[in-house]
């Protein structure tokens, strides 16, 4: 099994967290999103200690909220001594409504609209991480409207290329999040920071990208961010105490997928600064990292019922489910690897090759192709694992499917946390 949170019961069925599938899907219905918070806590678990354990005081994981959002992930993040990243009003309305304090929500975004700016001043969003000049202007502008003096850091690109997906990759020079280092521009846009009397600098932000295996790209731009910011002590006395290194450690999707060994990772990079910053004289700042795929990937799964076989005959069999890019859309988007499993029988030959295909009208709506699976007929529920990250948060209603529920399991119970859209809801917007 890819994880040890999963089993295999004397029915042959597959389990999560103690439980079985098989009666989840009958109880909640499906497709369902299954959420292990057993999991997600152990997950946050290994970055808050290890975090404290090897990097400088005040170091702090932050959950990045787009892997997945929702009002009850928030009290388990909290009681996990973690913080947040939001990327958007919506996003900082769930955690509030999840009751997460507003002073730990970083705010994201390259496009900050000034409605943005006004409801995260006004609700009291702890850090800004400000990604251009002219939303440097706006939030200045904003804050000395409410008499405020805004945290910020400043997002900036080391240029670094982290070998992974072109469309999952924002380390570059090249891309549209933050300012660039190499081009000069990202020492213009501090300097200017620096003059506006309602923001309080705090440091740098980077993210390298995502589907990270080791820690070397991430001492790359820990090398990156001393240099820029020795510069900036030596020409402006600048001392930023605060690097945010971004998320993006990676997960494994398929037993051929390498283990991370995060804690390790922690220390590599927390030996890698400390040595960085003693050769520079450069005081430690602390850190934070912001996992997202790491905390809540492993931690969900995807249960569908199977509609039936179609096979093309010379060409390739097809096994459709009740579901498909509506609560998955990353094969669609960018072929992403999963492991499926025919979660009620578990035990039975796999000797059937088949591309797992959804329900919409797309031909480009798969969740997997050439997966080993026995002869499944109508009714029969297949799992698809490792979804709990950027598969919630990326559902649509395309042709007008409801959303799935959502459910956690802790400590051998679920509870529903999201429940199925009705057609009520669908039509709920329209006048
Ligand atoms: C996407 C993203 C993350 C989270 O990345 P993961 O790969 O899910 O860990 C964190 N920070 C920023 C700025 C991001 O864009």
Known sequence: MLYDNLGINDQGHLTVGGLDTVRLAEKFGAPLYVLDEDRVRENCRTYVQAMAQYLPEHSMPLFAGKALCFKGLYPVLEEEGMGADVVSPGEIYTALAGGFPADKLYFHGNNKTDEDIAYALDNGVGCFIVDNHQ??????????????????????????????????????????????????????????????????????????????????????????????????????????????????????????????DIPANIQALADHLTQGCLAKGYPLPRILLEPGRSIVADAGLTLYRVGGEKTIEGYRSYLTVNGGMTDNPRYALYQSPYTVLPANRMQEPRDFVCTIAGRCCESGDLIQENISLPHLGRDDLIAVLTTGAYNFTMASNYNRLCRPALVMVRQGKARLAVRRQTFADLVACDL
């Open 135 to 260: 939303e440097l202007e706006a939030l200045d502008r904003a804050a000395a409207q409410r008499g405020k003096r805004q945290r910020v850091l400043l997002r900036v690109t080391p240029g670094i290329d982290p070998h992974t997906l072109q469309a999952i990759n924002t380390g570059r020079i090249d891309c549209q999040f933050g300012v660039p280092i190499e081009t000069g521009q990202a020492a213009r846009f501090v300097a200017a920071a620096l003059t506006m009397e309602h923001l309080e600098v705090e440091g740098f932000h980077s993210h390298i990208g995502s589907q990270i295996f080791e820690a070397e790209p991430f001492c790359d731009a820990v090398d990156i961010l001393l240099d820029f910011a020795q510069g900036l002590r030596q020409d402006l006395g600048f001392v930023a105490r605060t690097f945010n290194l971004g998320g993006g450690f990676g997960v494994r999707y398929r037993d051929s997928d390498p283990v991370v």
